[in-house]
């Protein structure tokens, strides 16, 4: 490894990401797996492996030695892939055929078959950039989205089937909308028969979206591009499901949408397609079963909530008999259920559910919110854990085979367990941290907030005095204090040794704790989390006496900056300097389906859009303030930030302001990334009156 700092190693690995396997495939049998990883941990191009029953890995597709098409990436492609924060190139997903023998994948838009047991990668012609490519059960065809309309191309002899073709430029079919992608774990649009013969597709019609316009300052001959956004308040796309056989023609999947225009989520198994919905409101959530001949539904199950019915990513789903496996709130634990019956025990939170095979669920769920374990569970044996040791653990399971996959404290590990062989690695090639995070657990105060601890590798107890820096994100769509190196614990042990003791606390409205913590924030999304981090912060300052509670800095990104933003506006009493990283600065400018879950509709609820909007209290400042955002954000569009500098400024409240040119939601450019640790590091040193240290 090179001799770099943390903030160039930070970078150049793209926050230590690169060289992870990811996206596993397991074989029927289970005794081989396919995966993603990139060739190394800086390299960026994302490539096709196969670790198989011998142990061994081998590269089946190396996206440098295919020939690439002319034309770049599709626009669609580049908005999925911001959408789901890819930060590689080269192969980004890939589908498989029942049997996992033939691979499809794109490629900058061209597509590629590959027979898993034979011969290189082949190019399939296609009638344009192809998005989201998806593999027949059969392995014959393969459908995609190209210029919003919905195709099927034949493997054996390149016939190319329209199914569905958009009426006008608003309508797109077979991708998912913005909000599912954005906030309902629904990234794809279109879903195959199990026989092969049909497909259940999105009809995606934008027209009634209010559209705004992102633009590039640093380029003014640069024309700015249309984004669709629903914001809270306004008109969402108008979304429809329908039924195209490959013999043609189309039946649209009927559903009352004026109640219930969310479509959650979709699917098509062994029983016929299957669907849920969910109101505008989001307080109740139907589950639907189709008849693909007609379109008609009838209602399986029904859930409501008086705050909102979370959506659990992999659910619902029905096993082979047809019992429905889903979820329910029962007071504070999140259960699974099968057949409408809770099926793990009070205590247990229900995460995900990733598979289903006969009568038998594989699902992530927590008894402590820290760690998050692979359980299994079928009617004779009940709810089994199958992960050991603290951590955050997933996998995959097929046959006889099966695929954990285990990030702890002491990095990655995946690890493929088959009948009658040695078990077999797939290797991480991720790089050690140069500041490796040396984390100390608290539980925090009367709620045992669950916080973390990082003081410089070189302190002592008693050695002096040590600036406090908090570093949340606070909110619903993500955990920090788990039991696993997250690249976030290392940048935290960077700034610790550079002079700051960081605490890293995840408060009310957090995942992972049960309905009730998580529903605190029903109406009021930023006073408990503020609240949480000031119990953290002085229960850190506890166990740890040197801290000095009059120099204490917060920072954050995106909701955790908004809560930065807020806890030197509310509490300057405790906070003496905040950086906010694009934080949402008035609730009405950000989706709805995100938005509503936890505000309400803001024609109804006002009063709750504006105690969660920090511009409305931009004259309270008192605090040093650094605010930064990604001019080509489309997620939370820069529009936040220029707002609340000109109320910052209108108030006669000193602040500064940090543009990124042509940076969206996630800054992934080495130079942004890097450049960015160190202006914020600088900015704290002053405003907190903090000497410099060497580099590290």
């Known amino acids: 490894m090179d001799d770099l700092t943390f903030p160039q190693q930070h970078a150049r690995t793209q926050r230590f990401s690169l060289g992870v396997p990811r996206a596993f495939t397991l074989s029927p049998d289970g005794g081989r797996a396919l995966f993603l990883r990139t060739r190394g941990p800086r390299d960026r191009t994302g490539c096709l492996w196969l670790l198989d029953e011998d142990g061994g890995e081998r590269l089946l597709v190396d996206p440098d030695s295919l020939g690439r098409a002319a034309g770049g990436l599709p626009e669609a492609e580049r908005i999925r892939r911001e959408r789901a924060r890819e930060r590689t190139g080269g192969i980004t ?66 016939t190319d089937l329209p199914l569905a073709e958009p009426e006008r430029p608003e309508v797109g079919y077979g991708l998912a909308e913005h909000v599912a992608a954005e906030s309902m774990h629904r990234h794809r649009g279109h879903w195959w028969s199990p026989d092969g013969t049909a497909l259940l597709a999105t009809r995606v019609d934008t027209g009634p979206v209010q559209r705004w316009w992102i633009s590039d300052p640093s380029d003014p001959a640069k024309p700015p591009h249309s984004v669709p956004y629903p914001v809270a308040g306004t008109a969402n796309a108008d979304v429809s499901l329908h039924v195209f056989p490959l013999a043609g023609g189309g039946t649209e999947v009927r559903w009352d949408r004026r109640a219930h ?42 859930r409501r909530d008086p705050a909102w019915v979370e959506l659990i990513p992999g659910a619902p789903v029905r096993t082979a008999s047809g019992a429905l496996v889903y979820a329910a709130d029962d007071g504070d634990t ?119 601890l990082l003081l410089p590798s070189w302190y002592e107890p008693g050695g002096g005095p040590l600036p406090v820096l908090l570093a949340p994100y606070g909110g619903p769509a993500m955990q920090l204090v788990v039991r696993a190196r997250g690249w976030w614990f290392s940048e935290a042990q960077w700034f610790a040794d550079q002079g700051f003791a960081v605490v890293v606390a995840d408060g009310r409205g957090t995942p992972g704790r049960g309905p009730v913590w998580e529903k605190t924030v029903h109406g009021d999304t930023l006073s408990a989390p503020l609240e949480d981090q000031v119990a953290a912060l002085h229960a850190a300052a506890e166990h740890c006496p040197d801290l000095d509670l009059g120099r204490v800095g917060i920072r954050g990104w995106s909701f955790g900056g908004t809560l930065a933003t807020v806890a030197v506006l ?85 602040h500064r302001v940090l543009p990124l040119s042509n940076v969206t939601h996630g800054p992934t450019d080495e130079v942004v990334v890097e450049g960015l640790l160190r202006h914020q590091l600088n900015f704290l040193r002053e405003t907190l009156n903090i000497p410099p240290r060497p580099p590290v």
């Open 93 to 158: 997903g890939y589908d498989t055929d029942t049997a996992v023998r033939t691979v499809a994948f794109s490629v900058d838009g061209a597509l590629w078959a590959l027979d898993v047991d034979g011969g290189p990668a082949r190019p399939v012609a296609t009638a344009g950039p192809v998005v989201d490519p998806r593999l027949s059960p059969d392995g014959r065809r393969v459908a995609y989205v190209t210029g919003g309309a919905l195709r099927a191309v034949d493997l054996t002899d390149g």
């Open 334 to 452: 999140r259960r699974l259920t099968v057949a409408g019956e809770p099926v793990t025990p009070p205590g247990l939170q229900l995460r995900e559910v990733l598979s289903v095979s006969g009568e038998s669920v594989l699902f992530i769920a927590s008894d402590e919110p820290t760690e998050e374990h692979l359980w299994s569970y079928d009617p004779a044996a009940g709810p089994v854990r199958l992960s050991e040791g603290p951590g955050v653990h997933t996998g995959r399971r097929a046959g006889g085979g099966l695929l954990l996959a285990a990030h702890t404290e002491a990095g990655r590990d995946f690890v493929l367990r088959a009948p009658g062989r040695p078990p077999r690695r797939a290797a991480c090639l991720a790089e050690e941290p140069v500041t490796p995070p040396r984390v100390t657990w608290l539980r925090a105060g009367e709620r045992a907030i669950r916080t973390a």
């Open 570 to 654: 509310r509490r300057p009493d405790v906070f003496h300097a905040a950086v906010c990283g694009a934080g949402p600065s008035d609730a009405r400018l950000y989706d709805t389906h995100w938005r509503e879950r936890f505000l309400g509709h803001p024609d109804e609820r006002p009063e709750a859009y504006d105690r969660s909007s920090p511009i409305n209290e931009a004259a309270a400042l008192r605090r040093p303030l650094l605010l930064v955002h990604g001019l080509a954000d489309d997620n939370v569009v820069a529009a936040h930030t220029l707002r609340m500098s000109a109320a910052l400024l209108a108030a006669n409240r000193p």
């Open 261 to 302: 225009e969310y479509l959650a989520t979709a699917g098509w198994d062994a029983h016929g397609p299957i669907l849920s919905v969910q109101s505008r409101d989001q307080r109740t959530v139907q589950v639907l079963a189709a008849d693909p001949a007609t379109g008609a539904t009838r209602l399986l199950h029904e």
